[in-house]
Structure formats: C-alpha cells, structure tokens
T-cell receptor, first 112, second 114 residues
C-alpha cells in the first residue's frame, strides 16, 4: 500500500539550532516528492519538488534532499518565523493516472 | 503567480442545510482538487477534476458532490450538512498531472456545522 510517513510529529528548536525533518515513503512509480509549508489557518504553500534520488533543492534556510526511500528537510539556523507545519507529499502512478499522497506533517516550533 | 480564491474563510451552517463552497483560479491550470483537513488525519481528498465537466471521486466522497462548469471554477457541495463535516476545506490547483508540478492551495474555508 502506498504510504507517506513524516517524523517527528512535532519539533521544538531554539533559534539557531539546526535540525532535520524526515519524510519516508513507500510508493511505486514515483513522479515527484513535494514539500509544503503551512501556517496556522492558511492553505499549504509549495516549497520544493524533488524528482529523483540524489537531488537537492535549497531555499533560504531550507534544504530538501531525496533518497529512494525518504526525503529530509534540513533547516539551518532556524528563526522564529520558520515556525509552521511542514507537509510532505508524493505523486505516484495509480490506476488510470496519478495519485498524490500527503503525510500528516511535522509541526515546527522555533523559540527566540 | 497563480491565485486560488475560496469564497469564504469562515462559515457556520445548520445541520441539514445544503452548503456550497466555491473555488476560483486565475490561471489556466487543468487540475482542481477539494481536500478536507482535520487534526490527526491530515489532508484527505474528496473530489478532483482534470477537465471541465469532468469529476472523479477521491478517498472520502460520501456526502459531497462537485461541479466544474468552467475551467476556472470548481465548486464543492454538501448536499445535507452534518456535524461530522465540520472541518477545514482546501481547494488546490495543479498545472497538469504527472509532471512534478506542485499544488497551489487556496486559503481554506473553515466550516462549522451546528
């Protein structure tokens, strides 16, 4: 069964304390892995797409990496404004087309 | 930038009412989706559409229907609202399928059914 699992569920960091969020997946026919940021009461905002193992993407303090089984979102020297829920999703081949599966998210809290 | 506009940020409806949630995009995206998001359950797909007048059931279509009469507009209908449909509803668009394009989400509609 296709599955996306994010860990940890919640992560509390001090400002400047670097860390990583994990997204592990079990799908067949991966077409892309996506990272989104969601602020409270708002819709998710697209961050990155990764297509194949070994690929990396960066945006400000965020860096996403991909292997054949998981993706990491590395946060370097986070600031309080990085506090949000980070969602991972995979798009894979499915009967008659494609399917996108979302993980449950990691809630990140960064304290000043 | 693509803009996805959901008609209401907050709605309160009574049990049994018919509820319409509207979603409009201002770019030429083919695909549109309706999700609901609940604590601990994540995003769950209700319905999606790859073309005008086309609709497909997602994972939890029961109690919902949709309409896509124009490419830019995708409506979610709760035929007879129930308290277990209290949730955050998110509309999303995607340029095309299978190419790795991410979704663009609206700001969401928080629906409370009393």
């Amino acid at each position: 069964e296709d599955q996306v699992t994010q860990s940890p569920e919640a992560l509390r960091l001090q400002e400047g304390e670097s860390s990583s969020l994990n997204c592990s997946y079990t799908v067949s026919g991966l077409r892309g892995l996506f990272w989104y940021r969601q602020d409270p009461g708002k819709g998710p905002e697209f961050l990155f797409t990764l297509y194949s193992a070994g690929e990396e993407k960066e945006k400000e303090r965020l860096k996403a990496t991909l292997t054949k089984k998981e993706s990491f979102l590395h946060i370097t020297a986070p600031k309080p404004e990085d506090s949000a829920t980070y969602l991972c999703a995979v798009q894979a081949r499915h009967t008659g087309g494609f399917k996108t599966i979302f993980g449950a998210g990691t809630r990140l809290f960064v304290k000043a | 930038d693509v803009k996805v506009t959901q008609s209401s940020r907050y709605l309160v409806k009574r049990t049994g009412e018919k509820v319409f949630l509207e979603c409009v995009q201002d770019m030429d995206h083919e695909n549109m989706f309706w999700y609901r998001q609940d604590p601990g359950l994540g995003l769950r797909l209700i319905y999606f559409s790859y073309d005008v007048k086309m609709k497909e059931k997602g994972d939890i279509p029961e109690g919902y229907s949709v309409s896509r009469e124009k490419k830019e507009r995708f409506s979610l209908i709760l035929e007879s609202a129930s308290t277990n449909q209290t949730s955050m509803y998110l509309c999303a668009t995607q340029l095309v399928s299978g190419t790795g394009h991410g979704y663009t989400f609206g700001s969401g509609t928080r629906l409370t059914v009393v």
